[in-house]
C-alpha cells in the first residue's frame, strides 16, 4: 500500500489533541503512584522498630502520607531537560518528565504489549475485520518497518483491536503468520467478511486460513489507486464517478455505474478501467449485508483513522528506534483511540448475519434452514 495514493479528505483528521503525551502522562502518572507507593510501604517497613520514650512507634501512616520524610512523594520526578528517548517517544512539547521516567515507563509498556499480544482469544467470534498495512518513516533495526493491524466488530457491535505486528512489507506470509496466531489463540470461527486493500498478502493468507470468509475491498485506496492513473484535470470528474458506483443505493444502480464509468474512460485510459473493474465483484460485497453496516464496510476507515494519530507521532520522530517500541507505540495510540470507537450502526442486525440469513441490497429476505 502506497500511503501517497490514499485519498485523506475521506479519513478524520487527527484529533487537535497531542494523544501520544495524554497517554504518557497518564501512564507515567500510574507508574510513578505504584512506584512510589511501594517505596514508602518499603520505607515505613525498614522503621517500623523505631519507638520514642513511651514505646509508640515514631514513623506511622497518617491515612495515605507518612508523618516523617514527605520529599518521599517528589522522588523520582524531575523537571530537567530531556534525553534522546523521550524526544523520540513523545517529542520535546510534554515538560515535566525525564528521560528516566519515560524509559521505565516505555519498559512497562513493552511489557504490557508483549502480555496483550499473548492473549488468549478463546470464545471470541467477529463478525467483520479490517485488515490494513502501514509504513512508517521511523529508522529502524533492520529496515522501514511494516505494521499490520487487524480489527474486529463483535456480536454487540463493539470494534476490538485484535492484533498488531510488524511483517516484511505487507507480504502474504507475514498476514498468514499474523492470522495463523490469532487462530491458535482460539480465534477458530471465520468471521463474515473482512475489508482491506487489494494490494495486501492479506487476501491470499486469508484463504488459507478462513476460507469461509468474504472479501471486500476498501473504496478510499481503491478511489485513490484509479485516480492516480488519471490525469489531474480528469481526476474531480472521475471522482464523482466512482462515489456514484459505491454510493448506489442498490447492486443493480451500482453496476450501471460501474459501467458508465467504463464506457468513459476505457479507450483513453485502460489502466485506470482495470485497475476498476477487476475487483468489480469484491467491491460490491457489501449488497450482500445489511444497509446498516454499508458505512462500515466500504472502507478500512477504522484503522485509518486511528493511524492518522499514529502518523502524526512518527513524523516528529528523528533517528532510530527499535521494532518492539515501535509496535508498543502503536499498540498504546491505538489502546487509547479505542476508549473512543462507536457501536456499529445496526447493532441488532448483527446476530443475524451470524445466524446466515440473506441479504440482498441490504435488506434481509430470507433465513437458512438450521
Not at 523520540?88 to 504490557?112: D, M, Q
Not at 481503491?222 to 470528474?237: C, I
Not at 476507515?301 to 520522530?317: C, D, G
Not at 445496526?346 to 445466524?355: D, H, I, K, N, S
Request: proline letters at 3%; charged letters at 30%; aromatic letters at 8%.
Amino acid at each position: 500500500m502506497r500511503e501517497s495514493t490514499i485519498d485523506r479528505s475521506v479519513v478524520p483528521a487527527p484529533q487537535s489533541r497531542d494523544v501520544m503525551t495524554e497517554i504518557l502522562r497518564a501512564g507515567a502518572q500510574k507508574m510513578l503512584a505504584q512506584m512510589i507507593q511501594q517505596e514508602v510501604d518499603d520505607w515505613l517497613a525498614n522503621r517500623a522498630n523505631l519507638q520514642d520514650e513511651q514505646g509508640r512507634r515514631q514513623v506511622v501512616r497518617n491515612g495515605f502520607l507518612p508523618k516523617r520524610e514527605p520529599w518521599l512523594y517528589l522522588k523520582g520526578v524531575s523537571t530537567g531537560d530531556f534525553g534522546d528517548a523521550l524526544k523520540a517517544l513523545v517529542g520535546p512539547e510534554c515538560p515535566g518528565l525525564s528521560a528516566t521516567t519515560v524509559t521505565r515507563l516505555k519498559a512497562v509498556w513493552e511489557e504490557e504489549f508483549r502480555e496483550w499480544n499473548k492473549r488468549s482469544l478463546e470464545g471470541k467470534q467477529y463478525v467483520y475485520v479490517w485488515a490494513d498495512g502501514v509504513h512508517f518513516n521511523i529508522r529502524l533495526e533492520e529496515d522501514r518497518q511494516c505494521i499490520l493491524v487487524l480489527m474486529g466488530a463483535t456480536a454487540d457491535g463493539r470494534k476490538e483491536l485484535i492484533a498488531v505486528v510488524d511483517g516484511f512489507r505487507e507480504s502474504e506470509q507475514s498476514w498468514k503468520g499474523l492470522l495463523l496466531d490469532v487462530k491458535a489463540r482460539g480465534l477458530v470461527l471465520d468471521p463474515k467478511l473482512a475489508i482491506g486493500d487489494g494490494a495486501l498478502g492479506f487476501w491470499k493468507a486469508l484463504k488459507q486460513v478462513y476460507p469461509k470468509t468474504r472479501e471486500q475491498r476498501c473504496w478510499v485506496h481503491k478511489t485513490a489507486n484509479v485516480l492516480d492513473k488519471l490525469p489531474k484535470r480528469l481526476q474531480a470528474e472521475a471522482k464523482q464517478k466512482l462515489h456514484d458506483i459505491w454510493m448506489a443505493d442498490t447492486r443493480e444502480h451500482a453496476n450501471q455505474a460501474f459501467d458508465l464509468f467504463r464506457r468513459t474512460y476505457e479507450a483513453k485510459y485502460p489502466k485506470a478501467v482495470e485497475c476498476l473493474t477487476k475487483d468489480r465483484k469484491v467491491l460490491l460485497a457489501f449488497y450482500d449485508f445489511p444497509a446498516e453496516h454499508w458505512i462500515h464496510l466500504r472502507t478500512t476507515n477504522p484503522i485509518e483513522s486511528t493511524f492518522a494519530t499514529v502518523r502524526l507521532r512518527t513524523k516528529r520522530t528523528k533517528g532510530c528506534g527499535s521494532r518492539i517500541a515501535c509496535l508498543t507505540m502503536v499498540y498504546k495510540l491505538m489502546q487509547s483511540a479505542s476508549k473512543r470507537w462507536r457501536l456499529l450502526n445496526g447493532t441488532q442486525v448483527l446476530v443475524e448475519v451470524l445466524r446466515g440469513m440473506t441479504f440482498i441490497d441490504g435488506i434481509c429476505v430470507t433465513q437458512v434452514a438450521a
